[in-house]
């Protein structure tokens, strides 16, 4: 099977940098993708990584290192409204994700 | 606009009773989802389809059941047999063959007395 391990906890004030970091397991090769949740809601898709390497959208950058088994997601010129729970999430077409239990991120002023 | 919707986003019952959780989509999506949360944890799988008439069962699907008789609709039943049923309920839905770029409803929040 796949189990994904993220850190439960990041604070970081604004403006600053954050890496929320993803390590997976899994018997063959899936792409990585991340989700935003705030409190309350429902999870919105952030980023994929199909290939390793970086992906850029926008304030929000995702890496990917097959070899590693690694991931990560950078935040950038943090803003307050970037306090939400962030997921990462193995998948494989045909299948379904399966999601890590998600980093809380506290954005102080 | 297309979306998902969910409904309702509270649910009460009782102890014993089965309940019926909607979710519809007007995405064109070929693929659904049914995922529980609980407090501090992660989404976990339910049930998923890929196409109509069709499901399989996902890492918690005892207690769960569902159907697929329409493309746009895939209902949840929590049954009597759940042991621990109240929870945050999430429905997904992506086009066919899709790994990545869920839309998710708003999610159902039950509670069971």
């Known amino acids: 099977g796949q189990s994904l391990e993220q850190p439960s906890e990041v604070t970081a004030v604004e403006g600053a940098i954050v890496q929320i970091n993803?390590?997976?397991q899994t018997s063959g090769f899936y792409g990585l993708s991340w989700y935003q949740q705030h409190d309350g809601g429902a999870p919105t898709f952030l980023s994929y990584n199909a290939l390793?390497?970086?992906e850029e959208t926008g304030r929000f950058s995702s890496f990917l290192s097959r070899s590693d088994s690694y991931g990560y997601l950078l935040l950038q010129e943090l803003q307050m409204k970037d306090s939400a729970s962030y997921f990462c999430a193995l998948g494989q077409a045909g299948t379904a994700l399966i999601f890590g239990k998600g980093t809380t991120l506290s954005v102080s002023s | 606009d297309g979306g998902?919707?969910?409904?309702p986003k509270y649910l009460f019952r009782k102890e014993g009773q089965n309940v019926t959780l909607s979710c519809e989509q007007n995405l064109n999506h070929d693929a659904?989802?049914?995922y529980r949360q609980d407090p501090?944890?992660?989404l976990r799988l339910i049930y998923y389809s890929q196409i109509v008439n069709d499901?399989?069962?996902g890492d918690i699907a005892e207690g769960y059941s569902v159907s697929r008789e329409k493309k746009e609709s895939f209902p949840l039943t929590v049954t009597s047999a759940q042991k621990n049923p109240t929870a945050f309920y999430l429905c997904a839905s992506t086009p066919a063959q899709a790994n990545y770029g869920y839309t998710f409803g708003s999610g159902t929040r039950l509670t069971v007395v």
């Open chain 1, 22 to 24: 993803c390590t997976y």
């Open chain 1, 52 to 54: 390793d390497g970086l």
């Open chain 2, 4 to 7: 998902i919707t969910q409904s």
């Open chain 2, 32 to 34: 659904m989802y049914w």
């Open chain 2, 40 to 42: 501090g944890q992660g």
């Open chain 2, 55 to 57: 499901f399989q069962k």
